[in-house]
């Protein structure tokens, strides 16, 4: 069974410009979170998807947004990067609705320049 | 608003040495708490706890809640160099709407010295 899958691995952006990144579940998973790891902050939540509509949002300006496809994948978008942006981002999905425990993909790693 | 701290924020060892990791939080509606090892890229999950006292036991990994003093502990004994990661400890409780909600703590990084 496929695990969860994050695309790109590796991004390079500039201050200003926006990035979507994008997280295929496990199959069957319904649930897509979203999570920002720093090294001073640690993992924080973004927000989680369900069936489509997000559930569930953390503390993260509205620069951050994300949606999720009728086939469960996720999407998440940044706009107007700034260079506190640069960090890992992970996707985890779980079954059900805020079910645990949840499956990590590798994340994509974002640097802003 | 929640708190999940871990200690020590990192933990040199040899080969061998059994070490323990703690996780102590502050949160309403508490519903599980989870450890995930994480090396260089994805978390990897160990344990979820969600009653007190019952050890969970994988290995040479153990895992023990305490609901009334608000903490969790994560005990390797054996400890192998593939031991070496950070080890993340997260709490999930209930929001007033229902949802369920996942706060991570900073992690605890272990290296083990053959």
């Known amino acids: 069974k496929a695990g969860v899958t994050q695309t790109p691995r590796y991004l390079i952006k500039t201050r200003g410009q926006q990035v979507t990144l994008s997280c295929s579940p496990i199959?069957?998973?319904?649930?897509v979170s979203w999570y920002q790891q720093t090294p001073g902050q640690g993992l924080q939540f973004l927000f989680e998807?369900?069936?489509?509509?997000?559930?569930n949002k953390g503390n993260f300006p509205g620069r951050f947004s994300g949606r999720q496809f009728s086939n469960s994948r996720s999407e998440m978008n940044v706009s107007t990067l700034e260079l506190g942006d640069s960090a890992l981002y992970l996707c985890?999905?779980?079954?059900?609705?805020?079910?645990?425990?949840?499956?990590f993909g590798d994340g994509t790693r974002l640097s802003i320049l | 608003e929640d708190k999940v701290v871990q200690s020590p924020l990192s933990l040199v060892v040899h080969e061998g040495d059994t070490v323990t990791l703690n996780c102590s939080y502050e949160?309403?509606?508490?519903?599980?708490l989870l450890w995930y090892k994480q090396e260089k890229k994805a978390p990897t999950f160990l344990f979820m706890l969600?009653?007190?006292?019952i050890e969970k036991k994988s290995g040479r990994l153990s895992s023990i809640l305490d609901k009334k003093e608000l903490f969790s502990i994560l005990n390797i004994t054996a400890t192998q160099t593939g031991d070496s990661a950070v080890y993340l400890c997260?709490?999930?409780?209930?929001?007033?709407?229902?949802?369920?909600?996942?706060?991570f703590g900073t992690g605890t990084r272990l290296t083990i010295i053959p």
């Open positions: 985890a999905s779980s079954r059900d609705r805020g079910g645990q425990p949840q499956h």
């Open positions: 199959s069957g998973h319904r649930s």
């Open positions: 998807y369900f069936s489509e509509t997000q559930r």
């Open positions: 949160v309403t509606n508490f519903r599980s």
């Open positions: 969600t009653s007190s006292g």
């Open positions: 997260a709490v999930v409780r209930i929001s007033n709407f229902g949802n369920e909600k996942l706060t």
